[in-house]
């Protein structure tokens, strides 16, 4: 399944804000029908990667690939054009627009020509109910504000959108990070979904519990660099954990916690609180 | 195609929604305060100032000549509030515009058509100067257009006095004879149908048998066709969606790809055009310019938009509601000198107005955001 060219791909792909190094020499690639999780911790590069393959910056050095082709975007259009499609973790939707508005927001439907060129707004608020039915969203009025939506929903608009515009690539900032645990659920089983019908999914997220069932390989960054790719197969969920959290790290927290267990026992004054 | 009957399901009744009640659908139009508003104050005038001849036909060409001009403004300032920015500088270009219309044609002999182009293309500079600083700094367009307040004024007196030695020019009409554009902005249209329904007894007449009321100001016409132009363009062109985006939160609209730079700029350059329009309809009607001429307009411009619903903060609001709102400042304007209160007052009840305009916008924003 891997000898075809990959659907996206980054080759030693660097970016610096003045003298701060926000990535340095990251490669990765994701093929299409693929979930690739992007993990790292806080600061660890995601955004500024994720801004780097969606055209809002520009790699200071390196070279992005679509379906094999080099490519330079010079703006987020240039991506969408190209069929790189991002759910930024703001989820690009103004609260005060209606889901249409929202949901054609830049890519507007048209019909009529010359001066009555005008918003089909039939057809748009039709595509929206039908696209949110699809994923199992009835929305009861198209033309209520986002605002109006819960999280889940919107994240789930704002996939929608990026699915029906013909993504092939869907690149994914912390899409359940915000969300409840059956709201997250809904989201994950739609990243599947995806995949299943031919899209590379790139998948950020600090929670390995929400990235491992779902994805085939792993990116993990760490302070701008890349730690490595891993297929689902090499590597285990402790693994991942491990690597990403810094092992050590995470070794010393399980001793501390250990630690933490042993006091309530011994110390009466806490005991007694956690009765009361 | 396929999926028309999922479709047909989600639009089916949903038992969780008895009914979406109107009264909020109602409310989530931004017209609605200055509908609300306009009625109300109209009712008033027609109590306060029956019998004083404020709604004859000649007293409402009076009122709704004022809201004119102020809403040919006001339509602009929608668009660009709507858009997430201010624009302070239209008083000042209306100034600046004047004498850019009338030096050439007065001092210089140029035909009027040539100083009326001028005067546009200096529009559209200032418009794009305007917009390309806000976007390039990304400071408040507040500041940026404020200094331009300055700017444009110290320009047009300054420049006027250079060329002229005086800050008011006069006797423009004696340079234009019949010139093709400024038919554009002077005079009167529809005075043949105003003749005709004098002549049948409809309107009232003067002694000479011609009507009180000889056509409709062809500023009132610039002002509807401006109002029906950008609601056209608001409600049904992706352009209009782009001003909401644009407005509603930036960032987003560029990651959608909206180009938000473009949007701004072009409206910056639309408040300046409407300046210019405003000045030229001045300039033809009052055969003179004048440097300080317009000063304030650009508050009122914002009042007129802010009463009509929009929110400062930008991606809401309406045209027709900017409309409204310069109707209603035309008919307190005009009315308050008909019902023979001393028009000291009307300030007071300019600022009151603008208040309560400003806390009926923020409580139906919460109402609209109120999940469900």
């Known amino acids: ?276 | 195609m396929t999926a028309t009957p999922a479709a047909k399901d989600a639009t089916r009744e949903d038992e969780r929604i008895a009914a979406v009640a109107t009264w909020k659908k109602i409310m989530r139009r931004p017209e609605l305060g200055a509908i609300a508003g306009t009625v109300l104050v109209l009712a008033f005038f027609i109590v306060a100032a029956s019998g004083t001849g404020m709604f004859t036909p000649a007293g409402i060409m009076n009122f709704l000549e004022v809201s004119a001009q102020l809403g040919i403004l006001a339509t602009a300032a929608a668009l660009l509030m709507i858009g997430g920015e201010f624009d302070l500088s239209i008083g000042s270009m209306i100034g600046l515009a004047g004498i850019i219309i009338a030096i050439p044609t007065v001092q210089y002999g140029w035909p009027l058509w040539a100083a009326l182009l001028l005067a546009f293309a200096c529009a559209v500079l200032v418009g794009w100067c305007n917009g390309y600083l806000v976007n390039r700094t990304g400071l408040p367009s507040f500041i940026v257009t404020l200094a331009f307040l300055f700017i444009l004024r110290g320009l047009a007196i300054g420049g006027c006095r250079l060329l002229t030695g005086r800050t008011q020019i006069g006797g423009i009409q004696n340079h234009i004879p019949h010139d093709w554009l400024a038919t554009l902005f002077s005079g009167e249209v529809a005075t043949g149908l105003f003749a005709w329904m004098a002549s049948h007894g409809w309107i009232a007449t003067n002694f000479a048998g011609n009507p009180m009321v000889t056509g409709i100001p062809v500023s009132i016409v610039w002002w509807l066709g401006l109002t029906a132009l950008a609601t056209w363009v608001l409600l049904f062109t992706p352009y209009g969606n782009w001003i909401f985006a644009s407005g509603g939160d930036a960032n987003a609209a560029r990651n959608s790809g909206v180009p938000v730079h473009r949007v701004k700029i072009s409206l910056f350059i639309f408040t300046a055009l409407s300046a210019t329009v405003f000045a030229s309809l001045q300039v033809m009607d009052t055969g003179s310019a004048d440097t300080i001429r317009g000063m304030l307009k650009e508050l009122e411009a914002i009042i007129a938009v802010v009463i009509g619903g929009a929110l400062l903060t930008g991606g809401y609001g309406s045209a027709v509601g900017a409309a409204l709102g310069a109707l209603i400042f035309g008919m307190v304007q005009m009315g308050i000198f008909y019902t023979g209160v001393n028009t000291d007052w009307f300030k007071v009840f300019l600022g009151v107005m603008l208040l309560i305009a400003v806390l009926f916008n923020n409580f139906v924003r919460k109402k609209m955001m109120e999940a469900r």
């Open chain 1, 1 to 276: 399944m891997n000898d075809t060219v990959p659907m996206i791909e980054m080759r030693h792909v660097s970016k610096h804000f003045g003298n701060v190094i926000a990535l340095n020499d990251v490669s990765l690639h994701v093929h299409a029908g693929e979930v690739m999780c992007l993990l790292g911790d806080n600061g660890a590069g995601k955004s500024t990667l994720i801004k780097t393959l969606s055209g809002v910056h520009k790699p200071t050095s390196g070279e992005m690939r679509v379906s094999g082709e080099p490519v330079r975007f010079k703006s987020p259009a240039y991506a969408l054009d190209s069929g790189i499609a991002t759910v930024f973790q703001d989820l690009a939707m103004i609260p005060l627009m209606s889901i249409t508005r929202n949901f054609f927001m830049g890519r507007e439907p048209t019909v009529g020509w010359g001066p009555l060129k005008r918003i089909d707004w039939k057809q748009a608020d039709r595509i929206a109910m039908e696209e949110m039915a699809r994923i199992g969203i009835d929305v009861r009025d198209p033309s209520q504000p986002v605002g109006t939506l819960s999280g889940g929903e919107r994240q789930c608009v704002a996939i929608a959108r990026a699915v029906y515009f013909g993504a092939k690539v869907l690149i994914l900032d912390e899409p359940t990070s915000a969300l409840g645990v059956k709201q997250a659920s809904v989201v994950l089983r739609y990243i599947a979904k995806a995949r299943n019908d031919g899209l590379a999914v790139i998948f950020i997220t600090h929670n390995v519990h929400h990235a491992y069932p779902v994805a085939d390989a792993f990116t993990l960054l760490k302070r701008g660099t890349s730690l490595g790719y891993f297929r689902k197969s090499e590597i285990s969920r402790e693994e991942v954990l491990n690597m990403m959290a810094g092992g050590a790290e995470l070794e010393s927290l399980d001793a501390e916690l250990a630690e933490f267990q042993r006091t309530p026992a011994e110390s009466p004054t806490a005991s007694r609180a956690a009765v009361s």
